[in-house]
């Protein structure tokens, strides 16, 4: 059985470690700088907490790093240089440069990272896209997307934007890796923000993106919702159709086809709510990790695969910033 050690239990290491407990993987414990923290998890979810993290490495043969986002770099580099396969919560780094660094550590260690972005395991989100490859849609053209909640505590490392990367590297990196593994290559982004939270950050941001094979994306990310909403929102508009999946709606996905596609020998018959009640997809996204260790399998994110959403939505950062176009193909990230 593998073993697993959490580092950084705070809310997401708290969400993973329920996920592992549900899954056949010896859960050993975790590190984190505020003992108390760690303990705290270690009594909900069983297993200890380490008082360094070399105590804990010694001890495990799967690190999970749920630090805050520019703290990954510096576990994942250890964890592999010790030989331990990592997964990683997204997004990958705060920086390009750490991100590649993180991507060569693992590689020249010989061990697997798994960038654990999220959306790829929604099961609405996956149902979207298999209608998508099936071809019901048509050629596609259009896609919107909406992801969007209140401020995440605007007094923690969230509201610091040089830490968190602000609204769009912490929340629209979702739809921007969605995106990406739906249409392939982005080509050029454009974004603008506002600010209406009154701190001085955007949180309120409109990306356009235009993909290598002609698509175009709208993505709508928001810190500015009132408190209780979250919603997240997918529009796929086709020459033969157009899919819909709001969370707001009972029935969050909809696919609404043209008369000659809905006639078609096979066309594609969606169900009013693909979400089963036990659906969990962090739990999903930690079993498939399992299982592609065990298989050999490629994960559903490579780690290029993250590294590229980090830097599409480093472009899309630029852009809000200089009010000018980013064309991928040239852009490298900038450090102050």
């Known amino acids: 059985m593998r073993r697993v050690g959490i580092v950084g239990p705070g809310l997401m290491g708290s969400w993973h470690a329920s996920r592992w407990q549900q899954l056949p993987v010896d859960l050993v414990g975790y590190y984190d700088r505020n003992l108390e923290r760690a303990e705290a998890v270690a009594k909900e979810y069983g297993g200890r907490a380490f008082t360094t993290l070399e105590e804990l490495l010694a001890a495990v043969d799967i690190v999970d790093v749920c630090t805050p986002t520019y703290e ?3 576990p994942v580099v250890v964890a592999a240089q010790a030989g331990k396969h990592v997964v990683c919560e997204k997004p990958l780094a705060r920086h390009e440069a750490d991100a590649e660094e993180m991507i060569a550590a693992c590689q020249s ?8 972005q ?8 996956v149902q979207a896209k298999a209608v998508l490859d099936s071809g019901a849609l048509g050629k596609p053209a259009v896609v919107r997307t909406v ?3 209140n401020y995440p505590r605007p007094d923690t490392w969230y509201g610091d934007f040089e830490r968190s990367g602000g609204v ?8 921007l890796d969605y995106l990406r593994w739906c249409f392939g290559d982005v080509q050029r982004v454009f974004a603008r923000g506002l600010s209406f939270a009154g701190i001085h950050a955007t949180d309120h941001v409109l ?15 928001s810190w500015a919702f009132p408190a209780g909403i979250f919603r997240t929102f997918l529009e796929i508009a086709g020459d033969q159709g157009l899919l819909h999946v709001d969370s707001l709606e009972t029935a969050p996905l909809t696919l609404s086809l043209n008369q000659e596609a809905a006639a078609a020998e096979g066309a594609v018959t969606v169900p009013g709510s693909p979400l089963a009640p036990s659906d969990d997809a962090y739990y999903r996204e930690l079993e498939h990790f399992l299982h592609c260790l065990d298989s050999g399998e490629d994960f559903r994110v490579s780690p290029r695969d993250a590294l590229e959403a ?10 809000e910033r200089t009010g000018r176009p980013v064309e ?8 102050s």
């Open 310 to 319: 980090l830097r599409v939505a480093l472009a899309a950062t630029e852009s």
């Open 109 to 116: 260690a010989g061990v697997r990272l798994f960038v654990a």
């Open 147 to 149: 992801r969007g909640g």
């Open 118 to 125: 999220v959306v790829r395991f929604f099961s609405e989100f």
């Open 168 to 175: 769009i590297l912490d929340l629209s990196i979702h739809d």
């Open 72 to 74: 990954h770099k510096g």
């Open 328 to 335: 991928l193909a040239t852009f490298k990230e900038t450090r």
């Open 207 to 221: 990306i356009t993106l235009r993909f290598a094979s002609g698509v175009i994306g709208h993505v709508e990310g």
